[in-house]
């Protein structure tokens, strides 16, 4: 049987990816034009799919960053009172392969897990926090999409 230690405190732990609510507001900010980046990214490399059944992923992919992008600027909108104007200094990248593409890709949806992970931690709990951890899994299943067709077209190589 397990047993709580009577004599427990608030933990001294602060996590390495701890975010003040205003930061998280700025990251969200921020992330409005990564997923409209990544939307034009996908955009190009559907058009370098060696087959439908590859481009349909991706397209998949790309329609859930659509959706990201409406929900970070409702976010923002709610908690600042203010619409997201403007682009940031954030460079829209050229696919120059196909496999060099979804190796980006795949790269891209793991820095946009971390870069939320920290939006999740500024909130408060509610539906932000719940819609953000949405998002973060969306994120997971994109880099699973994309690490399989980097296999699938590893082994085309080799055959």
Do not use: C
């Not at 908690?79 to 940031?88: N, Q």
């Not at 971390?114 to 973060?136: A, H, M, N, Q, V």
């Amino acid at each position: 049987m397990n047993v709580v230690n009577p004599y427990w405190r608030a933990p001294s732990l602060v996590p390495v990816w701890l975010t003040t609510p205003q930061q998280a507001v700025e990251l969200i900010k921020e992330s409005v034009q990564g997923e409209r980046n990544d939307e034009l990214f996908y955009d190009q490399l559907i058009k370098m799919a060696p087959n439908a059944q590859q481009a349909a992923i991706i397209a998949s992919i790309r329609d859930d960053e659509r959706g990201h992008n409406r929900m970070f600027r409702q976010m923002y909108k709610d908690l600042t009172g203010y619409e997201v104007t403007g682009t940031l200094n954030e460079d829209n990248p050229i696919v120059t392969t196909y496999m060099n593409g979804l190796q980006q890709a795949f790269e891209g949806e793991l820095a946009a897990i971390e870069k939320y992970r920290k939006i999740w931690f500024g909130l408060p709990s509610g539906i932000y926090k719940d819609t953000i951890y949405g998002i973060i899994v969306d994120e997971q299943k994109h880099a699973a999409k994309y690490n399989n067709l980097l296999l699938r077209n590893l082994n085309t190589r080799f055959s």
